[in-house]
Each structure stands twice: as structure tokens, then as C-alpha cells.
Nanobody, 124 residues
Framework: VQLQASGGGLVQPGGSLRLSCDVSGFTLNYFSIGWFRQAPGKERERVSCISISDGSRHYVDSAKGRFTISRDFVKNSVDLQMNNLKPEDTAVYYC??????????????????WGQGTQVTVSS
């Protein structure tokens, strides 16, 4: 099982980025997939995820209305479209996968497989 995150970069406040998590070794409907971020000096935070249980999508409150998570079964990837980015979105973003139940979707320790991070910097 491998996950490869990409798409990070430097963007001005109000701008957009699209992160991709390319997965191999499993199909997307076998694991819950989550996007997490970690800023310097802060704990890793789940930004968004898609549940294996029912396909539901979940977002941290600060991302609601701005971020959209989606699955591409042809590419076997999970994308995170981020719009109206703010300086507080600056962090290293990671994608993760695991057989995660609904009640633990927000917990980093519930995910088994992790990709390398991709840096997102929002600054003018």
C-alpha cells in the first residue's frame, strides 16, 4: 500500500490549490481516506475524509464551505480542492488510509497508511 501526496505550493490569500493523493495497492472503496495537516508547533489535524462505511464526507469546521474532498476511481486518487485559502491553512498536508470506523475518522492514530507530506503555504 502506497500513498503519494502532491499539489502543494505557495499561494496568496484567497487563492486555490488542488491536492492529490495517488494510491496504489488497494482500491479506494477498501479504505477510509483522510487528509490531515500539521503546522509548526501544532498537533496533526484532520482536515477532511471520506468514510469507507457510507462514503460520507467530513470536514473540520474551518474548512467547511472552502474545501472539497473527492474520489477519482479511474485515477485511483483522492483529491482535496482548497479554495479561498487563508494564512492559517499553512501547513504540511498528508493523506492517510485505513479501515477506520465512523467514530474515529478524525483521529490520526486510526489510520494505518500515510503518504509523505506536501507543503501548503498561504502568504502574500
Amino acid at each position: 500500500v502506497q500513498l503519494q501526496a502532491s499539489g502543494g505550493g505557495l499561494v496568496q490569500p484567497g487563492g486555490s490549490l488542488r491536492l492529490s493523493c495517488d494510491v496504489s495497492g488497494f482500491t479506494l472503496n477498501y479504505f477510509s481516506i483522510g487528509w490531515f495537516r500539521q503546522a509548526p508547533g501544532k498537533e496533526r489535524e484532520r482536515v477532511s475524509c471520506i468514510s469507507i462505511s457510507d462514503g460520507s464526507r467530513h470536514y473540520v469546521d474551518s474548512a467547511k464551505g472552502r474545501f472539497t474532498i473527492s474520489r477519482d476511481f479511474v485515477k485511483n486518487s483522492v483529491d482535496l480542492q482548497m479554495n479561498n485559502l487563508k494564512p492559517e491553512d499553512t501547513a504540511v498536508y498528508y493523506c492517510a488510509a485505513g479501515r477506520v470506523i465512523l467514530s474515529t475518522l478524525r483521529l490520526a492514530e486510526a489510520y494505518t497508511y500515510w503518504g509523505q507530506g506536501t507543503q501548503v503555504t498561504v502568504s502574500s
